[in-house]
């Protein structure tokens, strides 16, 4: 069996129910991502919509498409003929820009929005601060449905550092599900990767995002 295949079958064992994994397929080769899907991954996660498109072309509709990079206007074209799920909708100018392609498409796109849970300005995301103000925005558009929200968290370091990122996140999605926005079905917490899907999952994320311990180092 190949590392990859022994990789994601030791995961998903390890995984509790009901924890969706999310293959970061970042920089990988279309081989690499089929062999994942072969032993048992069902979401792919890309970054990039142009490498998206070149694994698409050998996976296809085998299994679901998330994108989990910096969306660009110019790219959301593309995307949307790709995407099942856009991770990281972190403004009310991209979500009416998704809206807008979708409608043409006749499409609609299910969004996480972006948590910047560390308020780091390097980061993109919604400051928590702003998220409800921006959720009620983003409810309007017919074409799109928010299922959720997302956070990074530190991407190396210690683990437990990222615990209270993944907390502000996680009380941000309660406060948000009792709101019970028409439209809005809060189904999915993404949260935590390589380093720190344990913590997270701890912390409730029911979504994790997974790339080096599948793949092995870039």
């Not at 390097?122 to 449905?145: L, M």
């Not at 991407?155 to 990122?165: A, I, L, Q, T, V």
Request: glycine letters at 8%.
């Amino acid at each position: 069996m190949s590392i990859i295949k022994d990789n994601v079958r030791r995961i998903l064992t390890e995984l509790p129910p009901g924890v969706e994994l999310v293959a970061a397929a970042k920089t990988r080769t279309p081989q690499e991502i089929l062999e994942a899907v072969e032993a048992g991954i069902k979401i792919i996660g890309e970054n990039y919509v142009q490498e998206a498109a070149a694994a698409f072309s050998v996976v296809g509709l085998r299994v679901k498409w998330h994108f989990i990079g910096h969306l660009q206007t110019n790219k959301i074209k593309r995307a949307i003929d790709i995407f099942d799920m856009i991770e990281t909708v972190d403004s009310v100018d991209l979500a009416l820009e998704i809206d807008k392609r979708c409608a043409a498409a006749g499409k609609i796109m299910s969004i996480l929005i972006e948590i910047n849970s560390g308020e780091e300005e390097q980061k993109f995301g919604v400051r928590p601060a702003d998220a409800e103000g921006v959720i009620r925005e983003i409810v309007a558009f017919r074409n799109i449905k928010l299922e959720g929200l997302m956070t990074m968290g530190p991407f190396e370091g210690d683990p437990e550092n990222s615990r209270p990122y993944f907390l502000v996140t996680k009380n941000l999605y309660d406060q948000v599900k009792a709101l019970s926005l028409p439209g809005v079905d809060m189904k999915y917490l993404s949260m935590g990767m390589t380093n720190s899907y344990r913590v997270a999952i701890e912390e409730g994320a029911n979504m994790v995002r997974i790339g080096t311990k599948i793949f092995g180092p870039r």
